[in-house]
């Protein structure tokens, strides 16, 4: 029914940034949060940021990482400066859609992109 499709995600040095993009596409009627998670090797699946009305971070984000969205596009991204090696994660993005002006919202997932942080 929806796709989500990240891309933008690689290897860079610490200090560096990256910038994430997630596409959403399919049967939308509208979209309400779209955010990004990451999951690191041996750790469980963290919110990293959202966006709504209002946006959220992790607090091990905060002042670092911004997200952002084109509502015109179904797109968010999510800007990443001055990346930690601790940021080594595969990102996923999420979104909340309703898919028709009767259903109910419903979440999905996108595959998820590798970002590594060499130090």
């Known amino acids: 029914q929806v796709q989500l499709v990240e891309s933008g995600g690689g290897l860079v040095q610490a200090g560096g940034s990256l910038r994430l993009s997630c596409a959403a596409s399919?049967?939308?009627?509208?979209?309400?949060?779209m955010g990004w998670y990451r999951q690191a090797p041996g750790k469980q699946r963290e919110l990293v940021a959202a966006?709504?009305?209002?946006?959220t971070y992790a607090d091990s984000v905060k002042g670092r990482f911004t997200i952002s969205r084109d509502n015109a596009k179904n797109t968010a991204y999510l800007q990443m400066n001055n990346l930690k090696s601790e940021d080594t994660a595969v990102y996923y993005c999420?979104?909340?859609?309703?898919?028709?002006?009767?259903?109910?919202?419903?979440?999905?997932w996108g595959q998820g992109t590798q970002v590594t942080v060499s130090s």
């Open positions: 966006i709504s009305s209002g946006t």
């Open positions: 399919g049967s939308i009627f509208s979209i309400n949060v």
């Open positions: 999420t979104a909340t859609v309703q898919t028709s002006y009767r259903d109910h919202l419903q979440n999905f």
